[in-house]
């Protein structure tokens, strides 16, 4: 069965630079998450679309910004990068129509701020 | 907003033996209780969910129970194996703007260990 893809898998920028990252979530999955997950630590709501609108914030900087596109795809972009965003960055794919809230997550995006 | 707090933090068990984890939430308006298991440098892989109306769901040898007066929800695992050593996380969402709006608050995961 399809999975999520994220890419890339790694990236590696420096302070101050911009990144983009990208998710493209199972078929016919109508909502995307976004959670930050720092080393030793549990994952963090970041941003959620549903049916490419935005539906929900959690704890993401305004350096940051998202959006989900008309193929269901999303993209979360990062600026003024900071030593503190190093961490795996997950997009989780759910059919919330028809099984509310069972989120798959992709592989993940490790990203390395220098 | 919601606070999910999960014991023990660590948990190491002889293979075969019973892993019990436990959490706790924090708003009475929560209604899906979602358990990952994620290995180092994995993805969370979602192994067993349960929704306020149920108080109990099985599969194989993992089975999850929730009591929702008490706000507190369990992971049961039975004969532990080896591969099934990894971090567990717990999760709650309320769900309650409709889709889009069941972002997971996790518990701070524990570690198991099953020895063989």
């Known amino acids: 069965a399809a999975g999520v893809i994220q890419s890339p898998r790694h990236l590696i920028k420096e302070k101050r630079e911009t990144a983009t990252l990208k998710c493209y979530p199972i078929p016919r999955h109508d909502t995307v998450y976004w959670y930050q997950q720092g080393p030793g630590q549990d994952p963090q709501f970041l941003i959620s679309?549903?049916?490419?609108?935005?539906?929900d914030k959690g704890s993401i900087p305004d350096r940051f910004s998202a959006q989900q596109f008309s193929d269901y795809h999303s993209e979360l972009n990062m600026s003024s990068l900071e030593l503190g965003d190093s961490a795996l960055y997950f997009c989780?794919?759910?059919?919330?129509?028809?099984?509310?809230?069972?989120?798959?997550f992709g592989p993940g995006t490790r990203l390395t701020v220098t | 907003g919601e606070n999910v707090e999960q014991h023990p933090s660590t948990l190491s068990v002889q293979e075969g033996d019973s892993a019990v984890i436990k959490c706790t939430y924090s708003?009475?308006?929560?209604?899906?209780f979602p358990w990952y298991k994620q290995e180092l440098g994995k993805r969370p892989q979602l192994i067993i969910d349960?929704?306020?109306?149920?108080g109990e769901k099985k599969d194989q040898r993992i089975a999850v129970t929730l009591n929702k007066t008490a706000k507190h929800f369990s992971l049961h695992i039975t004969e532990t194996q080896p591969e099934d050593s990894a971090v567990y996380f717990c999760a709650a969402s309320t769900g309650d703007s409709g889709a889009g709006s069941y972002q997971l608050t996790f518990g701070k995961g524990t570690k198991l260990s099953v020895i063989p």
């Open positions: 708003d009475s308006a929560s209604n899906y």
């Open positions: 989780a794919s759910s059919s919330d129509r028809d099984s509310a809230g069972e989120q798959y």
């Open positions: 679309f549903y049916e490419k609108m935005q539906s």
């Open positions: 349960i929704r306020s109306n149920v």
